[in-house]
Nanobody
Framework: QVQLVESGGGLMQPGGSLRLSCAAS????????MRWYRQAPGKQRELVAL???????NYVDSVKGRFTISSDNAKNTVSLQMDSLKPDDTAVYYC???????????????WGQGTQVTVSS
């Protein structure tokens, strides 16, 4: 099992910055992927950014050039630096990790509790 604790959400004006952090703990063999999702009111949850254990990153088009995902594999943490925030970035942001309990175990997704990000003047 993996427990995820998120922090860093809040209210920010358009053009401002926020940094989200997520720390994973528990019993697992390996974390393969760390991701940030978001869900705005009335919309489906969408993948915002991901980072693999090798440091490969990918972003949804709407945040490219504004958001940066990073991780510390030794500390099992993942962060999302969000710059040039827009009102459309308003959503609940969820941390997600794909982890294995053993070398040959099927990868399983685990979710954080979510943190609210509101971008408004």
């Amino acid at each position: 099992q993996v427990q995820l604790v998120e922090s860093g959400g809040g209210l920010m004006q358009p053009g401002g910055s926020l940094r989200l952090s997520c720390a994973a703990s528990g019993s697992f063999f390996r974390i393969n992927l760390m991701r940030w999702y978001r869900q705005a009111p009335g919309k489906q949850r969408e993948l915002v950014a991901l980072i693999t254990s090798m440091g490969v990153t990918n972003y949804v088009d709407s945040v490219k050039g504004r958001f940066t995902i990073s991780s510390d594999n030794a500390k099992n943490t993942v962060s999302l630096q969000m710059d040039s925030l827009k009102p459309d970035d308003t959503a609940v942001y969820y941390c997600n990790v794909q982890a294995q309990s053993g070398r040959t175990s099927i990868p399983t997704d685990f979710w954080g509790q979510g943190t609210q990000v509101t971008v408004s003047s």
